[in-house]
């Protein structure tokens, strides 16, 4: 009777372990607060990556064109297509559950000092700064 139940508390311990490891994990598809776009969330260089995979309105309305990352003033770099759109760079880890680096805004053609938090296992809080002026949204794990 005793190894049958240390044997299940072993199995628990694991079975919960595991489940709480991958509650913390930065790792999937996250869909932004404002349901717009998904961005996939992987391992990278040591830290993570993210990228474009989904977009509500994946054309420009104005071309029918597949949609670029226009705001961006490097021309070059104007003319790449949203959708695996690279939007963070240098996101290593900063503490538990935590990555720091930077953060495209594709609204505005510009890189900012960003953090990003896994605060629970369906959520993730994505904050960037601008010198002492800082903002965040909640994303959502798109699907599991």
């Keep these: ?18 489940t709480a490891a991958h509650a913390q994990s930065a790792d999937g598809t996250w869909l932004t ?44 770099l104007a ?6 759109l690279p939007l963070f760079s240098g996101m290593q880890p900063s503490g538990p559950n935590k990555w720091s680096g930077q953060i495209y805004n594709a609204d505005d053609g510009s890189n900012y000092a960003s953090s990003i938090s896994v605060t629970g296992a369906d959520s993730l809080r994505v904050e960037g700064c601008v010198g002492a002026l800082c903002g965040g ?3 959502t794990r798109a699907g599991r």
């Design 137 to 139: 949204e909640t994303w």
């Design 33 to 76: 607060q404002a349901g717009d776009a998904r961005v996939r969330i992987s391992k990278c260089g040591g830290g993570i990556c993210g990228n474009v995979v989904w977009l509500r309105e994946p054309h420009d309305t104005a071309t029918g064109q597949p949609a670029t990352d226009s705001k961006n003033p490097n021309p070059a």
């Design 1 to 18: 009777m005793f190894n049958r139940f240390a044997v299940l508390s072993v199995l628990l311990t694991a079975l919960f372990g595991a």
């Design 79 to 84: 003319r790449r297509p949203m959708i695996g």
